[in-house]
């Protein structure tokens, strides 16, 4: 099947591509092809347009002229789509599950700039049912829940925000405070549109579906299991398959092509724009992330960015000074704000894993090559990108932190004259760890062996 293609761009917009559009064109009449019902072709038409928008969008955008950026939009593009499989069309609410591999392992799925700290959970609940989730807590730092409208309700995605504007959400909710805990460290949580007695997760009616996020706070990669989850619909209904029907079928694949569009629209470039914007336009100059609750910030975070831009013989010194809340961590992405793969790049340190100073500030230096230091961020490859900062819980503010352009040689001047030496096979030995760490908090090494050294 010839599939159409989009005319020429009518505009460039520099707000994550939110200025470019597609020609107005006469729709043509998709052919079904071999026994494809006409409804099936004609939403995967549907599908295809949405895909070729997106697509116009990226391409079409300013920072895809500079080569390194280009280079990253394909898999960016690709890793979207995987997204929306995992998150609408693989989902069913009747048979409730938490998506939490696919959702942010490494190499896996890095589009949504998630913590490398933490272990998400996800997953598609409906606000017409009753769901109970059990857990227990294990050693995790802490457990947060934030629901929402769904992702992929509306179309424009601006109408998913506003939704929640109107419902006051999303909804955020910790373990240990707004949900109680027993002294074992298991709960019970309800989640529905209706009151409830106890643990109560509220969701709203005005809502198609429910988007939930946990976030599972892990500071000590080695040693620390992941919160143990599970979600039940408490409802009774009528047996059936967990099949879709053909019409079920292409209500989620309208979703999944809203859901993206979200993800480009309100993530991706438009957070790291908005950020630039936000430090005057400055690159290497960290700024609060202010964003509408709307869009999914947690209120129970505070994360500082800054949009770097460095040579390969150049490095940022990070400095800042304690802020002392029960998690802090500093993580790198990519233009797209994709994760820098923290397993086999040091790309990210929280407090447990970076070294503090004599005079109780820290020291980051990012850079593309060794500096031999131990808070060293590693760029792996990517001059350009983001570099957020995240709290969670915060006892107190602190000041925004600092960072200063060097040329790589001269790093150590500009650090405490104590800062160690990090040779390569110490660097080598903390990687492997840390690798191993990683692999543990997905599945892939047992807990209840020793890692190897």
């Given at each position: ?9 009518a505009g460039?917009g ?13 729709a043509?009449?998709?052919?079904p092809?071999?026994?494809m019902s006409?409804?099936?072709a004609s ?7 949405k895909?070729q928008?997106?697509q ?5 955008h300013?920072w ?10 394909g898999?960016?593009?690709?890793e ?6 995992m998150?609408?069309?693989?989902q ?5 599950k938490?998506v939490s ?15 490398p ?6 997953g598609?609940?409906d606000?017409?049912h009753?769901?109970?989730i059990?857990g ?8 947060d ?6 992702l992929?309700?509306?179309?424009p ?6 939704v929640n ?5 999303p ?7 707004e949900f ?6 298991a ?8 009151p ?5 997760m ?13 976030r599972?706070g ?15 619909l408490?409802?009774p209904?009528p ?6 029907t053909?019409?079920e079928l ?8 809203r ?15 908005s ?12 700024a609060?992330?202010?964003?509408p609750k ?7 975070g505070r994360?500082q ?9 150049e490095?940022l010194?990070v400095e ?11 993580q790198?992405?990519d ?15 929280n407090?447990k894993q970076?070294r503090?100073d004599a005079?109780?500030r820290y020291?980051m230096?990012v850079a593309n090559h060794?500096?031999g230091?131990?808070n060293?961020?590693?760029?792996a ?5 983001i570099l957020r900062?995240?709290?969670?819980h ?14 790589l040689a001269?790093?150590r001047k500009h650090l ?6 990090v ?10 760890i ?20």
């Open positions: 099947m010839q599939l159409r293609r989009r005319d020429a761009l460039l520099m707000m994550g591509g939110a200025g470019i559009a597609a020609a107005p064109q006469t043509l009449a998709a052919a092809v071999g026994n006409p409804a099936f939403a995967l038409q549907a599908y295809n347009d895909l928008a997106i116009a969008k990226i391409w079409g300013p895809t002229q500079r080569s390194d950026v280009n280079r990253l939009s898999a960016y593009y690709m979207l789509i995987g997204q929306a499989w998150m609408v069309l693989s069913n609410e009747l048979f409730p938490f591999n696919e959702y942010c392992e490494p190499q896996l799925a890095n589009v949504l700039f998630m913590c700290d933490f272990k998400y959970f996800g598609s609940l606000p017409k009753t769901y109970r059990r227990r807590m294990r050693e995790s730092a802490f457990l829940f934030s629901v929402s409208c769904d992929g309700a509306f179309d995605p601006e109408r998913v925000a506003q504007v109107e419902t006051d959400a909804y955020y909710y910790a373990v240990g405070e109680k805990v027993g002294p074992d460290g709960f019970e949580i309800i989640a529905s549109s209706k409830q007695p106890g643990n109560w509220r969701m709203n009616e005005a809502w198609p579906m429910a988007h939930l996020t946990i599972n892990i500071l000590d990669w080695s040693n620390d299991r992941p919160a143990w989850l599970d979600v039940q408490v409802d209904v047996r059936r398959t967990l099949d879709y053909e019409a292409i209500q989620r694949m309208e979703r999944a092509g859901y993206i569009d979200y993800y480009y629209s309100y993530f991706a470039n438009y957070l790291v724009e950020q630039l914007k936000m430090a005057g336009g400055q690159f290497n100059t960290f609060v992330q202010h964003m709307s869009f999914g910030q947690t209120q129970k994360p960015n800054m949009v770097y831009d460095i040579a390969d013989d490095a010194v800042h000074e304690d802020p002392g809340p029960l998690y802090w961590g500093f790198l992405a233009r797209y704000a994709r994760g820098t793969d923290p397993a086999y790049f040091q790309s990210s340190l407090a970076a503090k005079d109780g020291r230096v060794d500096p230091v131990p060293w961020l590693d760029t490859g990517r001059l350009t990108g900062i995240r709290q969670y915060q006892v107190k503010d602190v000041a925004t932190p600092t960072a200063m352009k060097v040329k001269d790093v405490p004259a104590d800062t160690p030496r040779t390569p096979a110490e660097r080598a030995a903390v990687m492997d840390r690798r191993q760490g990683i692999l543990r908090r997905f599945g892939h090494l047992p807990y209840d062996e020793p890692l190897l050294g």
